[in-house]
């Protein structure tokens, strides 16, 4: 077990700036704001988008903490037209399957306010399509497997950074879970440890785009002081 007296554990000051209590009531209410513009966009416009604004959102995404600091996650940022035409050309068969023979019912019916179906524009549009791997383990130098923990709950954090740093600089995305993802692995051809986490079309949306009209639960439905 590692303490605070083991020699591998390394401490420096923390960097924190504090706020006076107005500062902080109008930066959370502002974020707020902000945040609560945001819209999952499934019509991108097909205008190039600086790489380099894609690289500080993935650096924004791996300060989420993350099991033992292990931060099981590679962000895979694709450009090249001919692989996002496969990847959705993959995507949408699954989809397919998906909305005529997979899913209940009731998932149906659940989907139906969102005005989705097999047909995934987004992954040829948006000039980014960034897929998050999951790392189910490490691998140490020797080939030996290392064991991560919370590897899902890290990633989910990594991810939601993400998307904020997207809606924030500007952007729009989309968290696509399209089931099975085994296919983004081949694709891709990442390591067997690896595992699709999301599919995040990154873009400008499309100057027609639209979005369902739904609101979101307000503050008393998700949350509770005891």
């Known amino acids: 077990m590692t303490t605070a007296s083991d020699p591998s554990y390394r401490a420096r000051p923390l960097d924190f700036v504090r706020f006076d209590p107005t500062q902080m009531r109008d930066r959370a209410r502002s974020w707020f704001v902000e945040m609560d513009r945001r819209r999952s966009?499934?019509?991108?416009?097909?205008?190039?988008?600086p790489h380099e604004l894609i690289a500080d959102a993935i650096r924004t995404a791996s300060t989420a903490p993350s099991g033992a600091h292990m931060?099981?996650?590679?962000?895979?940022?694709?450009?090249?037209?001919?692989?996002?035409?496969r990847i959705r050309a993959a995507a949408e068969a699954e989809e397919e399957k998906f909305y005529t023979r997979r899913a209940p019912d009731e998932w149906l019916e659940a989907l139906a306010p969102?005005?989705?179906?097999?047909?995934?524009?987004?992954?040829?549009d948006a000039p980014y399509v960034v897929v998050l791997f999951r790392h189910r383990h490490g691998i140490n130098a020797d080939g030996s497997i290392r064991k991560y923990y919370y590897t899902s709950e890290s990633c989910g954090i990594a991810a939601g950074l993400f998307i904020a740093a997207v809606h924030h600089m500007g952007l729009a995305t989309l968290p696509h879970t399209p089931s099975p993802m085994g296919f983004l692995a081949e694709i891709l051809d990442r390591p067997g440890n690896e595992q699709a986490f999301l599919?995040?079309?990154?873009?400008?949306?499309?100057?027609?785009?639209?979005?369902?009209?739904?609101t979101r639960k307000p503050l008393d439905a998700v949350a509770t002081w005891v």
Do not use: M, N
């Not at 966009?41 to 988008?49: C, D, L, M, Y």
């Not at 931060?71 to 035409?85: C, E, G, K, L, Y």
């Not at 599919?199 to 739904?214: C, E, F, M, N, S």
């Open 41 to 49: 966009v499934r019509q991108f416009s097909t205008e190039p988008v």
């Open 71 to 85: 931060q099981p996650w590679t962000f895979v940022v694709v450009s090249d037209p001919d692989i996002r035409a």
């Open 114 to 124: 969102l005005g989705t179906d097999a047909v995934k524009t987004h992954i040829t």
């Open 199 to 214: 599919l995040l079309p990154v873009g400008y949306p499309a100057a027609d785009a639209q979005v369902p009209d739904i």
